[in-house]
């Protein structure tokens, strides 16, 4: 919303001063006494009572240069995937006694949350393995890969899927995207928010234990309170 006022105010800004500008030259060109001096310094002081307050509430640089993002989502490169899906699969690996794949993991949870959540969203509005990625890293340049991303109605939301053993590294991980997360809403004035659905564990030893997400639960209740993070939990 602030940034559509930016946007209104600066293409006010520069018509009313066209607008200004057409006039006087108008006004030499032709030898017509259109303003007086009277009338032009009326006109500066009441732009000068409009303009000034703006200024100072938006900033002139906000105003002069139309915002351009420095920290957008975009679609992660296939080699940047396979290497997540390959630290996935070790711990999957060591666990897992089923025959499914992680793919083939993520799919049913992916269509235990659907139906759990009673979500008017489908499978293909869940767009996979998206990054938020940041022009100017001032701290590091990790990118995680979040495992979902959807928009709709201005709603955006990210999604991570978890169905192996949460362990220290999982929680650095998570604070790292929670911090992308953080700093993409401060740039783009956005509340795009990370839903961490857990898979419970179940008798393939595919999930999270009970453990697990209670910790996790405690640990990111900062994040949870201020909604920059919920927790689902799913059975598949």
Request: hydrophobic share 40%.
């Amino acid at each position: 919303m602030k940034n559509n006022l930016k946007i209104v105010y600066g293409v006010f800004y520069v018509i009313f001063w066209l607008g200004i500008c057409f006039l006087l030259v108008l006004q030499v060109l032709n030898s017509v006494p259109l303003f007086n001096q009277e009338s032009i310094f009326l006109i500066l002081i009441i732009s000068a009572l409009i303009l000034i307050p703006m200024f100072d509430k938006f900033k002139i640089k906000d105003v002069v240069e139309i915002q351009k993002s420095s920290i957008r989502i975009t679609e992660a490169s296939e080699k940047e995937s396979d290497e997540n899906d390959k630290e996935e699969m070790n711990e999957f690996t060591s666990q897992n006694v089923s025959k499914l794949t992680p793919a083939e993991v993520r799919e049913k949870i992916l269509a235990s949350y659907i139906k759990q959540e009673k979500t008017v969203l489908r499978e293909n509005d869940f767009h996979k393995n998206r990054q938020i990625i940041s022009l100017n890293n001032t701290i590091n340049t990790i990118n995680p890969i979040f495992t979902w991303y959807t928009s709709e109605n201005h709603t955006e939301k990210l999604y991570e899927a978890k169905f192996t053993v949460i362990n220290s590294a999982y929680y650095n991980k998570l604070y790292v995207m929670l911090s992308k997360i953080r700093e993409y809403n401060a740039e783009n004035n956005s509340v795009l928010s990370l839903v961490l659905i857990l898979c419970e564990e179940n008798d393939n030893k595919i999930g999270v234990s009970n453990e697990n997400i209670d910790d996790i639960s405690e640990i990111f209740k900062p994040a949870i309170q201020s909604k920059l993070l919920e927790i689902k939990t799913v059975k598949i």
